[in-house]
């Protein structure tokens, strides 16, 4: 069973960094997605940041230059460092899997993953 652990969530003023990790255990495909999605109250969930088994990393329009993802494959551990915040970056930050690799129209879209962690909080004040 793939299990999916995000910490390092937090507060934080306008202008600092966070790092977020995920955990994953239970995970066994050869060939893999893994992303981070976020949602702030009353939206959709966005998709944030996605690398995938190929090498491919993909970012959302909102957070090119500021974000980045990585995977420490020994560690099964995903990272979201985000430096630059925004007050508009306030959300619930979830962590997503999917066996394969994905096609690229489908890679920031959340229907696309199958396993999901529980989230956490991220708050930027201004």
């Known amino acids: 069973q793939v299990q999916l652990v995000e910490s390092g969530g937090g507060s934080v003023q306008s202008g600092g960094s966070l790092r977020l990790s995920c955990v994953a255990s239970g995970y066994t495909y050869l060939t893999y997605s893994m992303a981070w999605f976020r949602q702030a109250p009353g939206k959709k969930r966005e998709g944030v940041a996605v690398?995938?088994?190929?090498?491919?990393?993909t970012y959302g329009d909102s957070v090119k230059g500021r974000f980045t993802i990585s995977l420490d494959n020994p560690k099964k551990t995903l990272y979201l460092q985000m430096n630059s915040l925004k007050p508009e970056d306030t959300a619930m930050y979830y962590c997503a899997a999917a066996a394969g690799t994905l096609a690229w129209w489908s890679r920031l879209l959340d229907n696309a993953y199958n396993y999901w962690g529980e989230g956490t909080q991220v708050t930027v004040s201004s």
């Open positions: 690398t995938s088994s190929d090498g491919r990393t």
